[in-house]
């Protein structure tokens, strides 16, 4: 016979799924304050578009759970709720640019990061990774997957692997991915080998990159002394022109008696004493071939009328 009894409505799909056609129908239980903000908040993020709303909505639902009594919270929804919360602040916040705030904003609700869950760690790692941020991420998900509660999870090896490729190798952290390869029991023999594998070839590039950075620096030291030794060069050699032009541009006869009044104030002699006479008649051969070699013969120079 038919039963009279209204049919109970299904539970909110936030908090579980559709019922099974081998499972009992049950009553649904009365949705918390924290759950109705919750839907409010989707509604408001996925439909509104109103992000800002969503956010302030999440913040009150999380309020909810930690003034809300045990009893107005079902069993098994309390957390499933504020993982929720979690997913949709997450949202709103990259949705407003404030994709920065997310981490603390996410420690609010979970108080210290080995208690994150699985599925909020994985979307904190994949925004900050987007965002060329991934060090941000490093010591949260470190103490995560150090936490020996969060080991026999089904979702750690995903998130180990997740670490490794979108946090470790990008910054160039080495040693800590070989630590986290070779001493995790989370990767196969095939995913350890091909996690080493990506880990050398990490460090060649690293090392070629040094090797080539030292390069470049002794190159440039090498071309900074060669243009300062050509600069000097050219300096020495603008000076030498110089003098020599300067030099060349004088009169010729006040050349001579110039260099014969230094030459009379140096050795301090008398040129009409008789003992002066070899030394004049030296240094008059010696101007005299001077200027046989800087100047023609007279019988080369043109006579000018």
């Not at 900074?224 to 003098?243: G, V």
């Not at 001579?256 to 301090?268: D, G, N, Q």
Request: hydrophobic share 45%; charged share 20%.
């Amino acid at each position: 016979m038919r039963s009279d009894s209204p049919t109970p409505a299904a539970p909110p799909r936030a908090l579980g799924g559709p019922l099974r056609s081998s499972e009992p129908v049950r009553a649904a239980p009365v949705p918390s304050a924290a759950a109705a903000l919750l839907e409010e908040a989707a509604d408001l993020l996925v439909v509104h578009l109103d992000f800002a709303a969503a956010l302030h909505a999440c913040e009150r639902a999380r309020r909810a759970l930690a003034d809300g009594a045990p009893a107005e919270q079902p069993a098994g929804t309390s957390s499933e709720v504020k993982c929720s919360l979690c997913v949709v602040g997450i949202q709103a916040l990259a949705e407003m640019n404030r994709w920065r705030e997310v981490l603390s904003w996410v420690l609010q609700y979970y108080q210290v990061p080995e208690e994150l869950p699985p599925r909020v760690l994985e979307l904190c790692v994949l925004l900050y990774s987007k965002m060329q941020e991934p060090g941000a991420m490093l010591e949260v998900v470190s103490a995560w997957l150090q936490d020996p509660d969060n080991q026999g999870l089904p979702e750690y090896r995903a998130l180990a692997e997740l670490h490794l490729q979108r946090v470790l190798l990008p910054l160039g952290c080495l040693s800590e991915a070989e630590e986290l390869v070779v001493g995790s029991a989370a990767f196969s023999d095939e995913q350890r080998l091909d996690a080493l594998q990506a880990i050398s070839t990490a460090r060649q590039q690293q090392g070629h990159q040094c090797s080539g950075s030292e390069e470049a620096q002794k190159l440039n030291q090498q071309g900074s002394f060669s243009h300062k030794f050509l600069s000097l060069l050219l300096l020495l050699r603008r000076l030498w022109d110089f003098a020599v032009s300067h030099f060349f541009s004088l009169p010729f006869k006040k050349s001579l008696l110039a260099a014969l009044i230094l030459c009379l104030l140096v050795a301090r002699f008398d040129p009409a004493s008789p003992a002066s006479l070899p030394f004049l008649y030296k240094l008059a051969q010696l101007f005299h071939r001077i200027r046989e070699a800087v100047f023609p013969p007279l019988g080369q120079l043109p006579i000018h009328d």
